[in-house]
């Protein structure tokens, strides 16, 4: 993202781009999902987050428009920026492609998983990430 374009202080980058997830998931799966580049890390250093947002099925779901329904929300948290290029190498070559198949497997997982909320979270760790599903604690 151009740093005139940037919300985020000088010590913070976000570890990818729009492009790099429009690449691994393709541009109709990028545009059906709600993509966000947040202003703050996470205290857990979370770099990457996806979450399965199911249908609701009375009265807008206490205030969620049915454009949300049944759809993918993903997160991109800045880190410092230091770290920006060893975590962007990271979540290419690992994070993105389960990235795309966990959105996969979410659009066709059975119905009684589609019923409830889901997500996973990736951050880098050394040469490698760490993933959680649900909010649960990082292995």
């Known amino acids: 993202m151009p740093a005139r374009n940037r919300r985020l202080p000088r010590d913070l980058a976000w570890p990818l781009t729009p492009t790099d997830i429009r690449t691994v998931l393709g541009a109709q ?83 009684t998983w589609t019923l409830s909320r889901h997500s996973r979270s990736w951050r880098p760790e050394g040469s490698s990430t760490a993933h959680r599903d649900d909010q649960q604690p990082y292995l």
């Open 29 to 111: 799966e990028t545009d059906a999902a709600d993509l966000d580049f947040g202003d703050r890390p996470w205290e857990d250093g979370t770099a990457l987050h996806v979450e399965w947002v199911p249908r609701l099925s009375s009265s807008y779901g206490g205030g969620i428009h049915p454009r949300w329904w049944s759809t993918v929300r993903i997160r991109v948290a800045p880190l410092p920026a230091a770290e920006r290029a060893a975590a962007r190498h990271i979540l290419r070559q690992s994070a993105l492609p389960e990235l795309a198949a966990w959105i996969s497997a979410a659009r066709h997982a059975p119905e």
